[in-house]
Structure formats: structure tokens, C-alpha cells
């Protein structure tokens, strides 16, 4: 009973809304009408939406997840109180939110349900540490961040590194076109392995490395080497070869060279420092050779004089001791 009133209610209430928000509003016979929707197709969604239960849909993707209603998620805060506790180490003030950045995105993608990690994803996101730290200051510690960042979000640095380099192995010598058959899923490599996974899965999530993974893979073949070039061949390896959208994707990989971009500027200018700081500390040392050499026959001629005025008196006294 409670149930047909609350139904009852909630039709009464979209009607009054329809009635005052919609163009169609309440026909002149006061026969319920929204957009061409039946009555009877109204009123079976709104009862499926009063009796929805978390989980509990009759869908394939509630079915495949349901069992996960409830289950605790850690925050991006927790996440990075791990990434400081493990690396115990401060991060450079350039780079801090960067690393910030990527911890929380990393841990976002993680944590999804629908994430599946694979080598082509290991691939770009240890393509991307390695491009992003390259100039760190202390190449020790750019090593234990990567480190850090990988059992913050529970994954293992050497299984993330044997993936990688299991794509990387293959890709070599290969052309574009190679790498297209495989992601149709032909064959038997690596990457055909993957790509008739992400097929098969209707859930099948695509990530920020996934794509840096397949730039890599074109820069590893030669395919291309600026976004301009990227673009048509991530539209074909996207939507042609693997079935899936190829947006998202295609705004990644010109995110990825407009970063790259700004990290060789920064590389550049390092360097013209590091070259004119060189060239000072040279002129310093240069100036004070100078200073110390001049010191030096300074010092050279006070004792030359001295020695020369203890001769005189010398000879001085000789005459002065003769002549008594």
C-alpha cells in the first residue's frame, strides 16, 4: 500500500513539473504525456528508480560490480600521506605539484573497479615519470619517488617494469602498420593480447598512461614525432584497431607534448645557467689565481729588497769596522 501511494505521488509530481516546466505539459482530456512516453512507461520507471537499491539493478555492468557496493575507497589525501611516509624524503619545490598531480591521478585510476593494468599502460606511465623527472636534482631520489608512488596505489615498481619492458622488447624494429595489426588483435604479441582483452570488455577503461603508452609505441617505431603527427595515427589505433573512443586519448597525447615541450625549455635553460655559472666560477678562480700570483711577487720582492738592504748594512759595517 505504501508503495502504490509513494508511486502515486511521485507520477502526481512529475505531472504538476511536466505541467509547468515542459512544452507538452497535461493533454486537455488530463491524460498524463511526457515527450511521446506512455503512462504505463512512466510510471514503470519512476517505480523502478523509488525501488532502486544500490547494486541491485537488473544490468550487466550491476552485476559484473554490484559486490563492491559499499566497500571503502581510500581518499587522494591517504594516498599521498603514503607516497610522503614511504619516500621520507621532501620533494624538490619544483616538482612538488607536479608529483601531487600524479599521485592523485595514478591513485584515481587505480581504485577504479574497471581498471586493469597493462603493459602498454606501464609502459607510458613509467615513459612519463622517466620524461618528468629527468632533470631532477637528485637522481637517487627521482628513483625512490617513482618507487614510492607505486606502492602508494598498491602496485609493484619491478612487475610494472617487467610489463614495460615486454612491450618495449616487442615494439622494437617494428613498423606503424605492424603495430596497427597487432592492436586489431592479430597474432600472438603482447600488445594483441591486450587489445582482444579491451575488445572483449564492454567496461574496458581507458587512462592518461594507456595513452602515453601507445605515444611511446609511435615514437619507439618512428611514427611520429610532434601532436600534429600523433593525432590521425591515435584516431586509427583507437577507434579502428581497438573499437574504443579515441578523444580523450587524442587530448592526452597533445597534453603530453605541450608538457614535453615546456620540460626540453626548462632543460635548455638549466643548462645556459649551468654554462654561465661555470663560466663565473672559472673568472672567480681565474681572478683569485691572478691575486695570489701577484701576492706572491709581492712577496718574492719584499724579500729580494730585504735581503738586498741586509747585504747593504752588511757591507755598511765592513767599511764602518775597517776604518776604526
Avoid at 566497500?71 to 607516497?83: I, L, P, Q, S
Avoid at 626548462?266 to 672559472?282: F, G, V, W
Wanted: charged share 30%; with cysteine.
Amino acid at each position: 500500500m505504501f508503495n502504490k501511494t509513494r508511486r502515486a505521488a511521485l507520477i502526481l509530481l512529475v505531472a504538476t513539473s511536466t505541467n509547468a516546466f515542459c512544452p507538452g505539459g497535461l493533454s486537455r482530456g488530463g491524460n498524463f504525456a511526457l515527450s511521446g512516453i506512455s503512462d504505463d512507461d512512466i510510471e514503470s520507471r519512476i517505480a523502478r528508480e523509488a525501488d532502486y537499491q544500490p547494486g541491485k539493478a537488473n544490468t550487466e555492468f550491476a552485476k559484473r560490480f554490484g559486490s563492491l557496493k559499499g566497500a571503502k575507497v581510500r581518499t587522494v589525501g591517504e594516498a599521498f600521506a603514503d607516497f610522503t611516509s614511504i619516500l621520507s624524503l621532501p620533494v624538490n619545490a619544483l616538482y612538488k605539484n607536479m608529483m601531487t598531480d600524479i599521485v592523485g591521478t595514478t591513485h584515481l585510476t587505480a581504485v577504479n573497479a574497471r581498471f586493469k593494468r597493462d603493459g602498454i599502460w606501464s609502459f607510458g606511465m613509467l615513459a612519463a615519470l622517466d620524461l618528468l623527472l629527468k632533470n631532477y636534482p637528485e637522481q637517487d631520489a627521482a628513483a625512490k619517488i617513482k618507487t614510492s608512488l607505486f606502492e602508494c596505489v598498491g602496485m609493484i615498481e619491478s612487475e610494472v617494469r617487467d610489463e614495460a619492458k615486454e612491450i618495449a622488447d616487442w615494439v622494437e624494429g617494428k613498423s606503424k602498420e605492424d603495430i596497427s595489426e597487432a592492436l586489431t588483435g592479430a597474432g600472438n604479441s603482447p600488445i594483441a593480447k591486450i587489445a582482444k582483452a579491451a575488445q572483449a570488455d564492454e567496461y574496458w577503461m581507458y587512462s592518461r598512461s594507456f595513452g602515453i603508452g601507445l605515444v611511446t609505441i609511435m615514437d619507439t617505431v618512428g611514427a611520429a614525432s610532434s601532436a600534429d603527427d600523433v593525432f590521425p595515427i591515435m584516431e586509427e589505433w583507437m577507434s579502428t584497431s581497438l573499437g574504443k573512443a579515441h578523444f580523450t586519448a587524442c587530448s592526452d597525447s597533445d597534453t603530453y607534448f605541450k608538457i614535453k615541450q615546456k620540460l626540453d625549455l626548462m632543460e635548455t635553460m638549466m643548462k645556459e645557467i649551468e654554462i654561465r655559472e661555470k663560466k663565473r666560477m672559472a673568472q672567480r678562480l681565474e681572478e683569485k689565481a691572478e691575486a695570489a700570483i701577484a701576492a706572491a711577487e709581492r712577496d718574492a720582492e719584499f724579500v729580494k729588497v730585504t735581503k738586498d738592504e741586509v747585504e747593504e748594512k752588511k757591507d755598511t759595517d765592513k767599511e764602518e769596522s775597517k776604518s776604526e
